[in-house]
C-alpha cells in the first residue's frame, strides 16, 4: 500500500469502524509523501485523525481524503484518533531496501486490542442511543445522563441578495455537565441554516466531538473559546439527531 508514483511516495490506507487498515507504513526520508485515506465510516472515533507529530488534525469526510507532507528525519511518525483508541504509524528510514519498498502492514496485537474496545464502547453507547431519550454513554465521556429535550429559538438573518433566502440561524453552547443547551431545534425545509456552538470546556472523550449526520458531511472537535459553524440547507422533512463523532445522539435538528 505504498508506490512510488511520480517522485511522490503514495499510502493508502482505509478508515473503518474498528481503525486503519494497514496502520504501519515504511516511508523515505525526504521524499514527499501522499498519503490517501478512504473513509468508510466517517461517524466513527477513528474519522478524527490526529499527527501530533506533523501538527496535523483532520476530520476525515466519507471517500477519498488527502494527506500530503515530507518526513525531514527518520524515525516513527504516530497517528491516532483524537481519543488515542485506534493508532498507526509511519517509519521513516533512510533507504529503502528491495525488501522494505512498499511495506506496510497491520498490527494485530492493535487490531485485537481497539476491536475489542470498540466493540464494548458500541455495547456501552447502543444502550444509550437507541432509544428517543437515550443519551451519552460512560465509554462516550457522557456519563450516562439522558438527554432532556430543551427546544432551542431560531432566528431569521437577513441577506444583502434579494434572491437569496434568509438564513436560519440557530445557536446553542457547550459544556461538560450540561452537554448542548439548548438541544432541541426546528427549522424549515429548502431554506439555508447556520448552526452555532459557542463552547465553553473543551469535551471530553466521544463526546468531545459534534455531528449532524444527514445534514452535514463534518465533524468538528468542541475546544474551549471557539465558535463552531456548521452551515446547510435541509433538502427533506424529518428528524435528524445531533451527535458526536460516534453516532451518540445529545439532540435533535427537526425540519419541516
Excluded at 133 to 139: A, I, L, S
Aim: glycine share 12%.
Amino acid at each position: 500500500n505504498v508506490t512510488m508514483e511520480n517522485g511522490v511516495q503514495v499510502v493508502r490506507m482505509k478508515e473503518i469502524a474498528s481503525g486503519y487498515s494497514p496502520n504501519k507504513f515504511t516511508i523515505k526520508k525526504g521524499v514527499p509523501v501522499k498519503w490517501v485515506i478512504d473513509a468508510q465510516a466517517p461517524y466513527s472515533c477513528a474519522s478524527s485523525l490526529v499527527v501530533s507529530s506533523l501538527k496535523i488534525q483532520k476530520t476525515l469526510k466519507a471517500g477519498e481524503n488527502v494527506i500530503e507532507f515530507t518526513p525531514k528525519e527518520t524515525g516513527k511518525i504516530p497517528f491516532s484518533c483524537s481519543m488515542g483508541m485506534y493508532t498507526g504509524a509511519f517509519t521513516v528510514v533512510d533507504d529503502l531496501s528491495a525488501g522494505q519498498a512498499g511495506n506496510s502492514s497491520v498490527d494485530a496485537a492493535n487490531t485485537t486490542t481497539t476491536q475489542g474496545v470498540a466493540s464494548a464502547a458500541a455495547g456501552t453507547c447502543g444502550s444509550g442511543g437507541s432509544g428517543s431519550t437515550g443519551g451519552g454513554c460512560g465509554g462516550c465521556g457522557g456519563g450516562g445522563k439522558a438527554v432532556i429535550p430543551a427546544e432551542g429559538k431560531v432566528e431569521t438573518t437577513p441577506v444583502a441578495d434579494s434572491a437569496k433566502t434568509d438564513e436560519q440561524l440557530i445557536k446553542t453552547a457547550y459544556t461538560l455537565n450540561d452537554d448542548i443547551q439548548p438541544n432541541t431545534f426546528t427549522v424549515k425545509v429548502g431554506q439555508p441554516v447556520k448552526f452555532v456552538v459557542d463552547v465553553k470546556e473543551n469535551g471530553q472523550g466521544c463526546m468531545s466531538t459534534v455531528a449532524l449526520p444527514g445534514l452535514s458531511d463534518d465533524v468538528y472537535q468542541l475546544i474551549a473559546g471557539k465558535k463552531i459553524e456548521i452551515a446547510f440547507t435541509p433538502t427533506k422533512k424529518g428528524v435528524y439527531q445531533i451527535t458526536c463523532a460516534m453516532g451518540v445522539p445529545r439532540g435533535t435538528i427537526t425540519v419541516e
